[in-house]
């Protein structure tokens, strides 16, 4: 049974940083594409970003590109999200999901597993 625990959320200045944890356990992850979606009150789940764990490639949603990074570490079967420059706007409920195929997609239906999310709240 394939588990995801998030970690790393808290409340943090705009500006600020913040590194979320996905603790993933139950699964042969090299399989695996990886993605982080939020959710914001009254908002729609969305895409933040994706890696495939065996490869490494990466994707991106437009509002978070050149601060947010995604990274795994294949030893802890561990992925992390590196999030810089927050600003209000990213205030959500952050998700960790895992996709048992390797294609890195935006579409949250396209996810199996999800972890029960972490609070992010950027004051301004």
């Known amino acids: 049974q394939v588990q995801l625990v998030e970690s790393g959320g808290g409340l943090v200045q705009a500006g600020g940083s913040l590194r979320l944890s996905c603790a993933a356990s139950?699964?042969?992850?090299?399989?695996?594409?990886m993605g982080w979606f939020r959710q914001a009150p009254g908002k729609e789940r969305e895409f933040v970003c994706a890696?495939?764990?065996?490869?490494?490639?990466?994707y991106y949603a437009d509002s978070v590109k050149g601060r947010f990074t995604i990274s795994r570490d294949n030893a802890k079967n561990t992925v992390y999200l590196q999030m810089n420059s927050l600003k209000p706007d990213d205030t959500a409920v952050y998700y960790c999901?895992?996709?048992?195929?390797?294609?890195?997609?935006?579409?949250?239906?396209?996810?199996?597993?999800w972890g029960q999310g972490t609070q992010v709240t950027v004051s301004s």
């Open positions: 890696i495939n764990w065996s490869t490494g490639r990466r």
């Open positions: 139950g699964g042969t992850f090299s399989n695996f594409a």
């Open positions: 999901a895992a996709d048992r195929t390797t294609s890195l997609s935006y579409d949250r239906a396209r996810y199996d597993y």
